[in-house]
């Protein structure tokens, strides 16, 4: 099944680390080729990275593949527009750092950068976004799944679908480390993803759910072949962080003026069309 990840920001790493914000830049998704397509290049300082004598898949503990399932859907934590913004600022094409610290800085934004952006190993729960904590941001579709299905156990849909990712991430996580910035290194990385979802995770890979003719899951959670980290990226926040209209009374994005959602604050969660793997700011 397709994934979708982005190259997040990183200051000194990413989320807090993420330099200031969460990630962004211009897009790498490179379509259904031989990359896996789940992140994007953030706008910083770039490095030559030692890839080691082999950037290819190593083998991954089983032990170590953990389940996390996604936080409840919170229908008045973004609006619309405030969802639109946080990717134009953090992870479009014309994302940069200023830009991105505008944005998490504003205090009308922290409560849909909170519901959005999640942290692996730390976070409880994850959100729409995924900062694995080396450099990549993964969308989460997993978690779109099982709220979507409302199954969020350990044996869901949703869990096989972020069994195989999370495997693919950790077998290739140390062998093809990332340069913030650095697009050849991440490339690499995602070149080895691809890799280990035909060899060291297989067995994950072939133990997910058949959604191919999911229908309104399909469409809620933007798992078709041409999707772009974009399309998940709106999607899965208007699933999780609820995507009212943004004439509910939310401030524009990037205004310290505080959100009232009093009006109009039912969620959206069928618009819009990824999960994605490098380490994201800390929601400041």
């Known amino acids: 099944m397709r994934k979708l990840l982005a190259l997040a920001i990183q200051v000194p790493l990413v989320f807090s680390v993420y330099g200031a914000c969460n990630g962004g830049g211009d897009t790498g998704d490179a379509g259904d080729g031989a990359t896996d397509v789940r992140a994007e290049k953030p706008p910083l300082d770039t490095g030559t990275v030692d890839t080691g004598p082999t950037c290819a898949p190593a083998p991954v503990n089983s032990s170590s593949i953990v389940w996390t399932p996604p936080h409840a859907a919170e229908p008045t934590a973004c609006s619309d527009k405030q969802i639109s913004d946080y990717y134009t600022a953090c992870y479009g094409s014309t994302a940069s750092t200023t830009a991105c610290q505008s944005w998490t800085g504003a205090t009308a934004n922290k409560a849909c950068q909170t519901c959005m952006l999640s942290t692996e190993g730390t976070s409880t729960e994850f959100g729409a976004l995924i900062s694995t904590g080396h450099g990549v941001v993964y969308a989460n579709i997993a978690g779109c799944i099982a709220l979507e299905q409302n199954d969020t156990s350990s044996t869901g849909c949703g869990a096989k679908y972020w069994a195989a990712n999370q495997c693919e991430d950790l077998s290739c996580a140390d062998n093809c480390p990332i340069v913030s910035g650095d697009q050849t290194s991440f490339q690499a990385y995602q070149q080895c993803t691809t890799q280990a979802a035909q060899t060291e995770c297989q067995t994950y890979e072939s133990a997910q759910c058949d959604l191919s003719d999911a229908g309104a899951l399909q469409a809620a959670c933007a798992m078709s072949s041409n999707s772009t980290f974009q399309n998940y990226f709106l999607a899965l926040g208007a699933v999780f962080c609820g995507g009212y209209p ?39």
């Open 246 to 284: 943004a004439d509910a009374g939310v401030a524009d994005a990037g205004s310290d003026a505080s959100a009232d959602a009093s009006t109009d604050t039912s969620a959206d969660a069928d618009d819009g069309s990824a999960d994605a793997g490098v380490d994201a700011p800390d929601g400041d």
